[in-house]
């Protein structure tokens, strides 16, 4: 099961979990996504709209999703 959590890093690379985190194993893996700064909301804004591109493109591009949407253009 994917989980996200919100966490911060300290300067000597320490993790905190920001919210209550319960592990089911006793080793864990975990990817970690470096966010460009806390002062930079509108970035993150942006960089998860191009995340999501892609997986949305799948349906946003599709010879059905045109025909329902034509009565608009």
């Known amino acids: 099961m994917l989980q996200t959590i919100e966490a911060i890093i300290d300067e ?3 993790i905190q979990f920001l919210e209550q985190v319960t592990f089911t194993h006793r080793l864990q893996r975990a990817l970690v996504t ?3 700064g806390e002062n930079e909301p509108a970035s993150v804004g942006r960089e ?7 997986a949305l493109a799948v349906d946003w591009n599709h010879p059905d999703e045109d025909q329902a949407w034509a009565h608009l253009q």
Do not use: A
Not at 48 to 54: C, I, K, Q
């Open 34 to 36: 470096l966010l460009t």
């Open 12 to 14: 000597r690379g320490y």
């Open 48 to 54: 998860n709209t191009l995340l999501s591109e892609v």
